[in-house]
């Protein structure tokens, strides 16, 4: 039977690289994305590169009836085939601006990317995973949803709200071997953050630099793998030694 991992905003950055590393665990990828194709290829072809094999599969995680009929026909066919063991609720947008001058657009449309993005997909799958009582679930939350940045009341109160989730569904799923964790990364080098100057921040980061997207996914990585079989409920910080 052929183990699967699904990872919501695959074709880029952090996203990329847990690709990458799930694949590199010897899961078959499916590699989301919204918008970006030649992108989501270029994680594609860089997975095969690894002899291992994937798919992209295209939705927009905040549109329910998109995410149900692309993923939810998926998972529709071959069940008898395939597991779904692992999923990341990866995908996320960052639109700030002080609360006293923000939009509808941009609180809403960071808010329907994080939570409605992780009910939408993460209901399909669970019930998957609470029949075959196997599986791992992780959302890439954020410092800014431990910690509450200024300019980021939207993304604080999203990673908030799915940093909540996690906690919830944990105890709903525990006892049938399906764990539940968050990863919270610090500043992270990709095209999120490439409006940031690195040297403004270090002072204020113990380790004195930006993360890489590879350190985020080593830690994903262990929390997808049987070894964290003990682990559910927690939110770790991948951050650099800021205080959250
Ligand atoms: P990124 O480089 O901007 O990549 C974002 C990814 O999300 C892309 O693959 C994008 O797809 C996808 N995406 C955006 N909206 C989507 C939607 N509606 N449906 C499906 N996919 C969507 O961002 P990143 O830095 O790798 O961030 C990944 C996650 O880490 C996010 O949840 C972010 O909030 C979190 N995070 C990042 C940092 C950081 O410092 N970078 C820190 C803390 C937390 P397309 O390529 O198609 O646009």
């Not at 764990?179 to 002072?203: C, Q, R, S, W, Y």
Request: contains cysteine.
């Amino acid at each position: 039977m052929t183990k699967y991992a699904l990872v919501t905003g695959g074709s880029r950055g952090i996203g990329r690289a847990i690709c990458l590393e799930l694949a590199a665990m010897g899961y078959h990828i499916l590699v989301n994305y919204q918008s970006n194709a030649d992108e989501a290829n270029k994680t594609l072809e860089l997975i095969k590169a690894k002899g291992v094999s994937g798919e992209i599969m295209k939705f927009d995680v905040s549109k329910q009836a998109e995410v149900d009929d692309v993923l939810g026909k998926w998972l529709e066919t071959s069940k008898e085939s395939r597991v779904l063991e692992v999923l990341v609720n990866n995908a996320g947008i960052r639109k700030d601006n002080l609360l006293m001058w923000m939009s509808n657009n941009e609180w809403n449309s960071v808010m329907d990317i994080a939570v409605d993005g992780f009910f939408n997909v993460t209901r399909l799958i669970v019930k998957d995973m609470l029949v075959k009582k196997y599986g791992r679930i992780i959302n890439v939350v954020s410092l800014s949803g431990l910690k509450g940045l200024p300019g980021q009341t939207n993304y604080s109160a999203s990673k908030a709200a799915v940093i909540g989730a996690t906690k919830a569904l944990s105890q709903e799923v525990g006892r049938r071997g399906v764990t539940v964790n968050a990863v919270a990364p610090g500043f992270i080098k990709t095209d999120m953050t490439h409006d940031l100057n690195e040297k403004d921040f270090k002072a204020l980061i113990p380790m004195a630099r930006f993360g890489e997207p590879q350190e985020v996914a080593d830690v994903v990585g262990w929390l997808a793998s049987a070894k964290s079989s003990y682990v559910t409920g927690q939110v770790i910080s991948v951050n650099g030694g800021l205080y959250s």
